[in-house]
T-cell receptor
Framework: RKEVEQDPGPFNVPEGATVAFNCTYS??????FFWYRQDCRKEPKLLMS???SGNEDGRFTAQLNRASQYISLLIRDSKLSDSATYLC??????????FGSGTKLNVKP | NAGVTQTPKFQVLKTGQSMTLQCAQD?????MSWYRQDPGMGLRLIHY???????DQGEVPNGYNVSRSTTEDFPLRLLSAAPSQTSVYFC??????????????FGDGTRLSIL
């Protein structure tokens, strides 16, 4: 079983839409959680960390449910520039990061 | 503001050749790591290091060697290239203290093709 699983998408949404991505992780000992964004043929870049109490950064909201081993990312008022692949990342044993295969988002005009 | 620098950006090898992918960071990060990314798959950890002189294996270490003689540099060596090693390779670094909350900073990647 994969450490981190994501719906690959693609999610095709119009500008202004709200879209949510989900991610599940298999190891309950996982310690920290992140969402990264990756543009086509580019390196991953940190979008936001995910905290137990949930956290928000502008149009982006991340939630963590440790009991269900589930992480989510909500994007409100989607922009064309949000089109990218979103990677769910889990850290375990302090030194090992596990990446989901990513969810592709296409925001259409 | 260099961050994490990887060289080369592109490389084509023949099966059986060896080569070294270079990675350097100027942020004084203790933790450095190498990943490979294949189509439809997430990044998979090859090797990592928590400081100079200390390295350890990740998920997919076979066919690769690493060393960490300085804090700044973390080269990845392919011993005898195989077509299955065709991939995009990313180097990343992060702070170690309180490391569970420290995100990783990535280089631009090296696109490697093995013929």
């Amino acid at each position: 079983r994969k450490e981190v699983e994501q719906d690959p998408g693609p999610f095709n949404v119009p500008e202004g839409a709200t879209v949510a991505f989900n991610c599940t992780y298999s190891n309950s000992a996982s310690q920290s959680f992140f969402w990264y964004r990756q543009d086509c043929r580019k390196e991953p870049k940190l979008l936001m960390s995910v905290y137990s109490s949930g956290n928000e950064d502008g149009r982006f909201t991340a939630q963590l449910n440790r009991a269900s081993q589930y992480i989510s990312l909500l994007i409100r008022d989607s922009k064309l520039s949000d089109s990218a692949t979103y990677l769910c990342v889990v850290n375990r044993d302090f030194n090992k990061f596990y990446f989901g295969s990513g969810t592709k988002l296409n925001v259409k005009p | 503001n260099a961050g994490v620098t990887q060289t080369p950006k592109f490389q084509v090898l023949k099966t059986g050749q060896s080569m070294t992918l270079q990675c350097a960071q100027d942020m004084n990060h203790e933790y450095m790591s190498w990943y490979r990314q294949d189509p439809g798959m997430g990044l998979r950890l090859i090797h990592y290091s928590v400081g100079a002189g200390i390295t350890d294996q990740g998920e997919v270490p076979n066919g690769y060697n690493v060393s960490r003689s300085t804090t700044e540099d973390f080269p990845l060596r392919l011993l005898s290239a195989a077509p299955s090693q065709t991939s995009v390779y990313f180097c990343a670094s992060s702070r170690l203290r309180g490391q569970a909350d420290q995100p990783q900073h990535f280089g631009d990647g090296t696109r490697l093709s093995i013929l």
